[in-house]
Structures are given as C-alpha cells and as structure tokens.
C-alpha cells in the first residue's frame, strides 16, 4: 500500500493527445504530483513541449521520445544546480504547443480604407481574406502569448493577428497606387506585400503566418450600383437604346409609376415613333432612302440664318426666315416638316428647332368654301 502510494505521487509517464482542432497551447497538470527521475517525455508528430521552472523558461522539446535525464535537460540542470545527476523527483509545469497550421483564420476591415485612385478620385475600401497560421517558436510563443493559461485556443490569439493584418493592410492598399478596377487582378501580389509586412510583428509572438489571402476588395454598395449602371451603359452602346431597354424594364413591372406613365403614353409614342419611320413625305419604311445628308455650308459670310427642307426625298433651299412664313401660309412647312440649317447636328422636325415659335405664329390655310 505504502509503495502504491509513493508510485501515485510521481509522473513517470508524460504525454499529450490532442482532440481538438482549436486547442494550440495544453498544461499537463497534475496537482501535488513531481516528476520522478529518469520519467518518459513523449512528443508527437506536430508538438513540441515546453518546461517551465520556478517561474523560468526552462527546455523545450521537440517530437520524440525522451528519457528526462540531466544529458538531455541542461536548461533544468542548470536551474536546479544538478551537479551529477538528480535521484530525487522535481516539480515542474509542462505545457504542449501544437505546431501544426491553424488554417481558415479570417480577416477583413471593419471600417472602410481611405484610398486615392487615379481614375474615381478619392474612395473607400473594403477587404477581407483568409490566412493560416504556426508556432514557430514554442518558447516565445508562452512567455509573450500564453502566460499561466492552461488551455489556450486559436481564437485567443486571432483577434490580435486580425488587428496587425488590418493595420498593415490599410497602409499597403492605401500606397499601392493600383487602380481600384485593377486590384483583383493583383490580389496575389498584394497579399504577398501584406504578408511580408506583418511577418516580423507576428514573429515576436513566435508565430508565423504560412499563408495569406486576399479573397475580395470591394467598394461601397453605392459606388457599385453606379459602376454597374456605368457598365451597363457601355454594353447597351446608343444611350437613346438604353434608355428605352430602361423605359421596357419599367413598363413590365406592375404597379410602378413608371410602368403607369408610359402604358398612359403608350398610343402617342408608338404614334410618333411611327411617323418617324414612315418619313416626313409618308413613304413606307424601307421604301425610299434616308434623308440626303446636308448640303455643304455655304462660304462664310455674314448673312441670315437660312433654312433647308427635306421634300418628296429631295432638298429644296435654302430659304431665309421671311421665306418660311410663306411657306408655312401655303402649307409647305408644317411641324413635321423635316428641315437642317447650318451648325445643326443632323435632320430635325421643324417643330423641334427654332422654327416652332415662327409655325405658332403663322394662320393656318384659309377653310375651301
């Protein structure tokens, strides 16, 4: 009894296995128990065992197994003044670090980055990614991170790494230069420049960061939404197009005011659009050319506006003003009348050009008895 009862008091067999997948940091601790001479060290694939004395970093031991012996403890012989060898049992604490990665660690801005960019100017930022992360240094990793703690786990320390990795990131997206259109084909590279700036801060934890990923860079959602709108623009090509794809999108939503609007105005714009298409002389489509292009100007020289129509598929003028309103009397110029004057782009409706107010004014043609 007495025997079993002096065995029970000392660790002979010291091992760590871990189950967890978070855990980076676990005391092997039995209260009132010392560590016998001549006691098994086992360290596994992806650990490494750190001692601490009194207080005092003391040996670290990678994998393998160990027979704790003053030839392979010279820290703790050293500490405990061994001379030839110790005979009797000696406390110690013994902490396990998993070396292995932690991988999938997040990061991202929690404010958006201020950023000059040659093409919008000034714009806000977000980024966010992945890294994964080792302890390189079992040693410093516990005198600077983990203390007296027992049990220590990834998310411990990840939020720190996190406010490194935001601060660095600031700074390098913020300097980069690169067009903000540009950055996701650069991501690769940014990450790089990121990770080799938070390297020796996270190497005084005695961690290192493996990998480091940049998965998205993003601006504002309102800034998107008008990038969107811009690139839309741009893939419909004729402005006038995308405004009526815009006009058949509103139209095919029930209940909006748009599609209200236009299903009012339906009949008088497929009126016009019709007219437009049949021509200023009532020809079907297709039927006759377009318009004959406008005349050369006429040599600079200081004389009044004059006026040019398009009649019957052929252009007659030019005519001054005082012209027009005899025109107009005798119902040769009306509102639909196509007409082109110097410096106008392309052939219009008389009614959309200066000549409105002249056609207001003008009386209709007599009633025929």
């Not at 970093?57 to 030839?84: C, K, R, S």
């Not at 801005?109 to 302890?135: C, H, Q, W």
């Not at 999108?249 to 005011?257: I, N």
Request: aromatic fraction near 8%.
């Amino acid at each position: 009894m007495v025997f079993d009862f002096l065995k029970g008091e000392f660790i002979d067999v010291i091992s760590w296995l871990d189950d967890t997948r978070d855990t980076m940091v676990w005391r092997f601790d039995r209260r009132g128990q010392a560590i016998k001479m001549g006691a098994k060290l086992t360290v596994r694939e992806g650990q490494a065992a750190v001692f601490i004395h009194e207080g005092q970093l003391a040996d670290v031991f990678g994998p393998g197994l160990y027979m704790l012996e003053t030839n392979n403890m010279p820290i703790m012989t050293t500490l405990q003044h061994w001379d030839h060898g110790f005979q009797s049992p000696f406390k110690s604490e013994v902490y396990f670090v998993n070396t292995t990665r932690f991988n999938d660690q997040k990061w991202g801005t929690k404010n958006p980055i201020m950023a000059r960019d040659p093409e919008f100017g000034p714009v806000r930022l977000r980024a966010f990614g992945t890294y994964s992360m080792r302890v390189t240094d079992p040693g410093k990793f516990i005198q600077e991170v983990v203390g007296t703690d027992g049990e220590f786990t990834s998310d411990e320390i990840s939020f720190q790494i996190r406010n490194v990795i935001v601060q660095s990131a600031t700074q390098v997206l913020a300097k980069s230069g690169i067009p903000v259109l540009d950055m996701a084909a650069n991501t690769g590279d940014l990450g790089k420049i990121i990770a080799n700036a938070i390297a020796p801060q996270v190497g005084e934890y005695g961690l290192s960061i493996v990998e480091f990923y940049i998965e998205n860079i993003s601006l504002p959602e309102e800034v998107e939404k008008a990038l969107d709108k811009r690139t839309s623009i741009g893939v419909a090509g004729d402005l006038n197009k995308y405004m009526q794809f815009n006009a058949a999108e509103a139209m095919g939503q029930p209940g909006s005011a748009m599609g209200a609007a236009m299903g009012a105005g339906m009949g008088a714009g497929m009126g016009m659009g019709m007219a437009q298409n049949m021509g200023p002389w009532g020809a079907a489509p297709g039927a006759v050319a377009a318009p004959p292009p406008p005349p050369p100007p006429p040599p600079t020289r200081d004389v009044a506006q004059v006026w040019h129509l398009a009649v019957n598929g052929s252009t007659e003028g030019p005519f001054a003003v005082a012209d027009l309103a005899g025109l107009a009397a005798q119902g040769r110029l009306t509102r639909a009348t196509m007409v082109w004057t110097p410096g106008q782009e392309g052939w219009k409706m008389a009614a959309e050009t200066g000549l409105a107010q002249l056609l207001d004014t003008v009386p209709p043609p007599p009633p025929k008895p």
